[in-house]
């Protein structure tokens, strides 16, 4: 099964050993870079670097956006090593280390809330919103919803502002904001025991049938 671009689940279990046996700092940039930035890559950033290069301006903001915040929940749960269980709304089913519907909005929320460089480009007061007006109604009615508009100007880094009643999302600035992410992420990957015991948790689970 591929779980990263071409790369398999045995490729993941032979790496694995490797990393446990003799960990390495370059180990885990194999581990960053073939696993956690292709599965990445191949599954979000680059459709939505595909849908910029064909961009008429008629639509495809609603795209991107929507492939930004499916992607958020996953970046989440490899931070916490969790792995969604979808039967169920009963907290009594779940086994450690796994979450359910019921809980996968603070998941959204928190990333905003907490990991750079989103923490101070999405105010706080706005996330309950973000998560309601934008992702959800993204997700399940194909729009913004509330004050919420997805805008195509240059914004000078600022990812939303606010004016009266309106709420721009800057929808370029979402890869740049990415980017800075991924870079804090990988550090704390490379030297960080409990961020690696979190990525071996999911991609253990992502191995499972």
């Known amino acids: 099964m591929r779980i990263a671009g071409r790369r398999t689940d045995q490729q993941w279990e032979m790496l694995k050993k490797s990393f446990l ?4 700092l370059s180990l885990w940039e194999k581990v960053f870079e073939q696993y956690y930035r292709a599965r ?27 492939l930004f915040c499916s992607l958020i929940e996953f ?4 931070e916490r090593g969790c792995n969604f269980h979808l039967i169920g709304w009963s907290n009594d089913s779940l086994q450690p280390y ?11 929320k928190n990333f905003l809330r907490t990991r750079k460089p989103f923490d101070r480009l999405v105010p706080s007061e706005l996330i309950d919103s973000f998560y309601k007006d934008v992702r959800c109604g993204l997700l399940h009615e194909a729009r913004t919803k ?26 370029n600035q979402l890869i740049p904001a990415l980017e800075i992410y ?8 490379l030297n960080n ?14 191995c499972q049938q």
């Open 21 to 24: 046996l003799e960990p390495s």
């Open 40 to 66: 990445i890559n191949t599954r979000y950033l680059n459709p939505i670097n595909s849908i910029r290069r064909h961009d008429t301006k008629n639509g495809e903001g609603f795209a991107i956006v929507a």
């Open 75 to 78: 970046l989440e749960s490899c």
């Open 98 to 108: 796994e979450y359910n519907e019921r809980q996968a909005s603070s998941y959204f």
């Open 146 to 171: 509330g004050s919420w508009y997805i805008s195509t100007a240059k914004s000078n880094g600022i990812l939303i502002s606010q004016e009266s009643e309106k709420i721009t999302l800057y929808r």
């Open 182 to 189: 991924f870079d804090d992420y990988r550090s704390r990957l």
């Open 193 to 206: 025991p409990c961020t690696q015991e979190a990525f071996i948790r999911k991609f253990d689970f992502l």
